[in-house]
């Protein structure tokens, strides 16, 4: 896919299609519209953390609940702390 140390590829391909945050909007879209959610403030706040997607889905380096743990802190942090159980 991407050489080992290209990290505009790696944004590219963990972003293509928009695969994760649809899949994780379609698990946890009525929580987060309770909170001020819809899919435009989803997505720039999901962007926040590209990084550690890149760790989980490209380089192996976090499981998938130390990704749902990342992505829900930083969700609960733009939602002023009432997303709750996100999993």
């Known amino acids: 896919m991407c050489a080992e140390n290209n990290a505009d590829c790696n944004k590219?391909?963990?972003?293509?299609?928009?695969?994760?945050?649809?899949?994780?909007?379609?698990q946890w879209s009525a929580e987060l519209k309770k909170w001020g959610y819809d899919w435009q403030r989803f997505l720039k706040v999901l962007k926040l953390v590209t990084?550690?997607?890149?760790?989980?889905?490209?380089?192996?380096s976090l499981t998938w609940d130390e990704l749902v743990k990342r992505i829900s802190d930083?969700?609960?942090?733009?939602?002023?702390?009432?997303?709750?159980?996100?999993r």
């Open 74 to 86: 930083v969700l609960r942090a733009y939602s002023g702390g009432g997303v709750v159980g996100l």
């Open 51 to 60: 990084g550690d997607i890149i760790l989980w889905a490209l380089k192996d």
């Open 12 to 26: 590219v391909v963990v972003w293509s299609n928009n695969e994760l945050p649809r899949y994780l909007w379609d």
